[in-house]
């Protein structure tokens, strides 16, 4: 039977394929140069094929090919056979500003949990979702939480540095990034899970290599949407996610529980909140899946991204000393009685030159450096007079906006300069580092009085310098002749490779 339906479909087979591969071919040349997107400069195997594009987005490149690429073909490139990328940002801030652009299906690709406001791709549900849980993240909110924020982070770094003094000596060695990862860990558990993670100060990193596992099967799913699925496959990242998603629901319990048991919340923090979420148009609560899905969320984008912004100032500080020391200066002269915690409020509003630390800091390590398409609608779009038609995806690429030549002079040295003076305001728009319009970063924030309150108050109370053996430091230049950087993987967020190797200083108690 097989052999007899091979001998009649052998000779229809060879014809069928052909036309298919000739039909491939030439709608493969249609697309690349005689679309509207031909005129669009970009490489040559870039017109052909989105390969290119999905080997850069893998290994983590993404945002240092693409910057390469403007600068060699201008503000507007092809970066695949249907994709482009844009580094002038009000042509950027033009595509994020309403939801006529709606984010790419990469967006919702096999996702691990229902649609959150950060993944849907459905305008009507972003806009519900961000009213019912846009008060967790509002000031008011926070300024009323900024306790847990700091005992968690600024306060519990503090402890543990402390400790490794006691043990060290005079100077310890300690390792930046992988302090800032878990203070931001602990910081989200004690907003979002009734209590801190404990993680800087216990040294238990399940919950963060849980998420991490997570974090992989997610990348898995939306490349592989079929394989993931096959449940021999992925075994353990299944079991992390399972976890985490388990540890949410607990948490949502026992904090329902207490509330009917007691008539009140234990304390109003963003898991309240959000339990108490509700549209104030529509009147519509946050289901109990939805409030999983946004709490997973909050761990996935409330914590790498501002760690590795934490990560990078400490870098860049110690790669341009004279900046350390004015930085330093400027807090231990504002704020000279250590018994005092330095608040968000103060540091934001006295520190002028910290927050311009922040800021160029911001523009040039930007910690979302990832690929972030969106899709161009019916009618098409204009940009600086190419016509991009529907079904092209741009790409929102900040590290290559904030690179760029045309926007920004020298853009590859560390110059808080930029950001003091009359015209900050201004030159702060051209920083997208949260993003900008519609779906602008929710949680920014969260971050600022995260990032403000742990830098103030350690480059206070310590002295920090690089181990003589450090790799990367004002020792070792770029082809720029400044500071080589220590490189960044981007898989959304971008991190310092090898961070065990990479990270390391040496702190002291600063001197009186
Ligand atoms: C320095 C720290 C942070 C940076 C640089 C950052 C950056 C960004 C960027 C660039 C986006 C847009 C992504 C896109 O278009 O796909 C975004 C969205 C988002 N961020 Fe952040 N973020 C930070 C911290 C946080 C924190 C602390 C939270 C919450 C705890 C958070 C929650 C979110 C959410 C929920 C969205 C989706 C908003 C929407 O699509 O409507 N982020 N963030």
Redesign the pocket.
Known sequence: MISELLSVSTPLALPAVSLAIAVYVALTIKRAFFSPLSTIPGPFLNKLSNLPLRYHTMTGSYHAYTTQLHIKYGEVVRIGADFISLSNTSDTRLV?ATHGFR?GPI?TTGLLLEE?????TNPEL?KV??RQ?GDA?AFHTLRAVEDLVVDAGANSLIKVWDAALAEQGDKARINYFYSFHRA?FDV?GA??FGQSFNILQTGNTEVIDHMQNSIHLKVLSSLLPFIWSIPVLFKEKKKSTKAIVQLIRDTIDMRKKLVSETGKPPRID?LQKMVDAKDPVTGEILGNESLIS?IF??LI???D??S??LSWVMMQLMHYPEVYRRVTEEIRTTFPDTSQTISFNEARSKLPYLSAVIHET?RIN???GGF?P?CVPAEGATIQGHHIPAGTQIC?T?TACQHNPQMWKNPEVFDPERFLGPDVTERLKDV????SG???????N???V??YTVLANVLRRYDFELPENAPYGPHKLSDKGVPAEIPGESF??TSPVNPKDNCWVKISHAKA
Do not use: D
């Open positions: 994020l984010k967006y959150n406001s950060f993944a849907t972003n979702r961000r849980i993240y931001s989200v907003l979002g963003v946004e969320l909050m984008a409330g914590t991204t501002t590795n912004t911001m930007p910690s979302v972030l969106r929102i900040i997208l580092t949260f993003s519609v779906r602008v970063c929710i949680g920014r969260l971050a600022w995260e990032l959304i967020v």
